[in-house]
């Protein structure tokens, strides 16, 4: 199993930057793929940005030339770098790892392991 634990999250204003990290633990060899997640109130869980453990990433339009996911293997820990912050990026953000991520980066099925989740708030 991999243990995954976000921190980093807060509240920002519009424009503001914050930075996600990911600890994970366990089988880590098991994170062939990891990624980023949000979810708003009442809406479905939206893939941001994936990684595979030998460096390529993949992003959300919506967040394009504004966040980076990064990974220190040595740390066992995923990063997303948000910079350029909106307020429609207000979400509870998610770190997930898988071993194959089968049905592609950036979908929520794809992943078996999760992590709590921290809450990201951006004011206009």
């Known amino acids: 199993q991999v243990q995954l634990a976000e921190s980093g999250g807060g509240s920002v204003q519009a424009g503001g930057s914050l930075r996600l990290s990911c600890a994970a633990s366990g089988k880590t060899y098991l994170s062939y793929c990891m990624g980023w997640f949000r979810q708003a109130p009442g809406k479905e869980r939206e893939g941001v940005a994936s990684?595979?453990?030998?460096?390529?990433?993949i992003y959300a339009d919506s967040v394009k030339g504004r966040f980076t996911i990064s990974q220190d293997n040595a740390k066992n820990t995923l990063y997303l770098q948000m910079n350029s912050l909106k307020p429609e990026d207000t979400a509870m953000y998610y770190c997930?790892?898988?071993?194959?991520?089968?049905?592609?980066?950036?979908?929520?099925?794809?992943?078996?392991?999760w992590g709590q989740g921290t809450q990201v708030t951006v004011s206009s």
């Open positions: 990684i595979y453990s030998h460096g390529t990433t």
């Open positions: 997930a790892a898988d071993r194959r991520c089968v049905s592609g980066l950036l979908n929520p099925t794809s992943y078996t392991y």
